[in-house]
């Protein structure tokens, strides 16, 4: 049977998200795509582990360390520009992280055994689905 009510729940897990995105395996690959659009300039990944990402920047060697609350970029360029970066680079994300737990509930309520009849995106970026219950 159909249910037209709206649930919203807002949290604050900067920090568990954070973890969950460093856990994601496209996460570098979306980290990389968040640093080409910043900075407009050709970015290659050099590797990462669960503390950071280590990246080619235009020509330039940039470390984003992941730390509790965001990120702290190091190199690359003067320590005003990576303050502006690593602010950037945070609130992408956040965004980035919130689609992937959106991602996960979904994927917990399929498990469950609720059929998701319908998937669409907010203006604000929030996912809403529709459920058989």
């Known amino acids: 049977m159909p249910c037209n009510a709206v649930a919203t729940v807002r949290a604050q897990i900067k920090q568990g998200l954070m973890e969950a995105l460093k856990r994601e395996p496209k996460a570098l690959e ?11 300039q050709r970015a290659e990944l050099l590797g990462g582990s669960r503390t950071e990402a280590r990246f080619v920047v235009g020509g330039r060697s ?16 003067d320590r005003a520009r990576n303050e502006v970066l690593a602010q950037q680079i945070s609130q992408g994300l956040s965004i980035i992280a919130g689609g992937l737990l959106q991602q996960r509930v979904k994927a917990a309520l399929q498990r469950r055994g ?19 219950l």
């Open 114 to 132: 609720y059929q998701i009849t319908g998937t669409t995106i907010a203006p604000n970026r929030a996912m809403v689905l529709s459920v058989e």
């Open 30 to 40: 979306a980290i990389k795509a968040l640093i080409i659009q910043l900075t407009g």
């Open 62 to 77: 940039v470390t984003i360390n992941f730390v509790t609350g965001g990120v702290v970029v190091s190199g690359g360029w």
